[in-house]
């Protein structure tokens, strides 16, 4: 049976890149440096009546780095980073798969029970769908931001109604490059926007929803 959507959109983020800076594998609060005006993208979204959904990658748990608890611990204090800023997140999904067919860097071994191909891992569309149905949100009303190809491709897998690759003004360094790192220091993945500041961002939410 089709899955029907509430008419009204939400707002979709990436993690690493979008919400905070991308130092490589973040697992602690002390790693954490919240990307520039995040949380007033986040008010704005708010005032415009978009659930923010934050979908992000971790395969980090898959190559033994840290574990599902420790993401969830660090995920619950970003969340309450947010709210003491105003700022209400709705629903938070992570994927901890490493696809079967990529070298896994500095031939580190996997735990086998987080490899596997999965629907759930960007550039699949599994977890906007999921936090889609889990907040009411129509993916066709709404805006996804990310800033790898895989970010982009799974918002337009979801249908989507915008894209929006955000390409920081000063890139992060690269402390440990993974299969999701793109080498091209400025890619354009084909998005319907592309914007260096979280104040562009805001711009694009008010034309579209304002």
Not at 27 to 30: C, E, K, N, Q
Not at 34 to 38: A, K, M
Not at 180 to 185: G, L, S
């Given at each position: 049976m089709p899955v029907s959507f509430l008419p009204r959109g939400g707002l979709f983020l990436d993690r690493d890149g979008v919400v905070n800076v991308d130092r490589g594998y973040v697992?602690?609060?002390?790693q954490i440096a919240?990307?520039?005006?995040?949380f007033a993208l986040g008010r704005t979204a708010m005032r415009l009546n978009l659930p923010i959904m934050i979908v992000t990658n971790q395969a980090g748990i898959a190559r033994g780095l840290y574990t599902t608890q420790q993401l969830r611990d660090l995920m619950d204090w970003m969340v309450a980073q947010f709210a003491g800023e105003g700022v209400a997140v709705a629903r938070v999904e992570h994927s901890p798969w490493f696809p079967p067919g990529l070298t896994p860097p500095n031939g580190r071994p996997l735990l086998a029970e987080w490899v596997r191909d999965s629907w759930w891992r960007k550039p699949g569309a599994g977890m906007l769908r999921r936090a889609a149905r889990t907040v009411g949100v129509d993916p066709a009303q709404s805006v996804l931001i990310g800033d790898r190809e895989g970010d982009i491709a799974a918002g337009r897998e979801a249908g989507v109604r915008a894209t929006i690759q955000f390409v920081p003004e000063a890139p992060s360094p690269a402390l440990d490059l993974t299969p999701?790192?793109?080498?091209?220091?400025d890619p354009d993945f084909g998005a319907d926007y592309r914007c260096r500041r979280h104040a562009e961002t805001v711009e694009i939410l008010e034309q579209l929803y304002g």
């Open positions: 697992h602690r609060p002390d919240f990307v520039p005006g995040i999701d790192t793109p080498a091209d220091p």
